[in-house]
């Protein structure tokens, strides 16, 4: 039986989780003393991994201060969680449908994340979307995107190809992990990276709205 692989981002692509990312990353740098990034450039650097997206934010900083920063970060995280300082993070108008549509459908669902482990659990638990996912990459076991380490693995872990898998995201980052691992590339309209930026890193189609995900997977691809 031929498995059909529908892997999603999360952060931008499942749950709108900017406002947090933003306050979390301006608490860590100005804890550290350096100048705060301006919230435009944290919202370009959503869903690379903590250590890679500090590399970008604070190019001029040591590879161990890049760690150290993102060490940081988590702990900031976790504070804001623990204190209930953080903002909902909500799924996407019609995320939800298009999960359930997607496995009415017959496909294999997965999530390959720039969030840790604990952070896709949250999410996941908070949406009741945990038992819908087959297999889960996160970047507490792979490179950072657009390496595309973290949707190898999600295909061997179900037993699918690079030809019946599609990577469902809203970066840059997202699409360039599905080309380099011979997958599709489906980009979404509604998350961090504008349209000519997935289009511009091979995106074979772009969805407007959740609504459309159906549909566009089950049309064979051009």
């Known amino acids: 039986m031929t498995v059909r692989l529908a892997v999603f981002d999360c952060d931008g692509t499942l749950v709108d989780s900017q406002a947090n990312i933003g306050r979390a990353m301006d608490e860590t740098f100005a804890a550290a ?20 997206a500090m590399r ?25 969680r623990r204190d209930d300082a953080l903002d909902d993070e909500p799924l996407f108008e019609g995320v939800a449908a298009a ?30 979307l945990t038992h819908r ?9 792979h ?3 657009p390496d595309p380490a973290m949707l190898l693995a999600a295909m061997a872990e179900v037993g699918a190809t690079p030809a019946n898998t599609a990577m469902i995201g809203d970066t840059s980052f997202d699409m360039a992990m599905a080309r380099a691992a011979g997958a599709r590339a489906v980009g979404v309209a509604w998350g961090y990276h ?17 609504d459309e995900l159906v549909a566009m997977l089950e049309r064979a691809p051009a």
Do not use: C, M, N
């Open 33 to 52: 003393g350096l100048a705060v990034p301006p919230r435009a450039a944290t919202r370009a650097i959503v869903g690379l991994s903590l250590a890679e």
């Open 56 to 80: 970008v934010l604070a190019p001029g900083l040591a590879d161990a201060d890049h760690h150290a920063l993102a060490a940081e970060y988590k702990l900031v995280y976790q504070r804001l």
């Open 133 to 141: 996912f087959a297999t889960l990459q996160t970047a507490d076991r």
């Open 194 to 210: 504008d349209t000519a930026e997935l289009a511009d890193a091979g995106a074979a189609v772009i969805a407007q709205h959740a």
């Open 143 to 145: 490179p950072s995107k």
């Open 99 to 128: 999960i359930d549509g997607l496995a009415a459908a017959g496909w294999t669902l997965g999530v390959a994340t720039g969030k840790s482990d604990r952070g896709l659990a949250h999410v996941l638990e908070r949406h009741g």
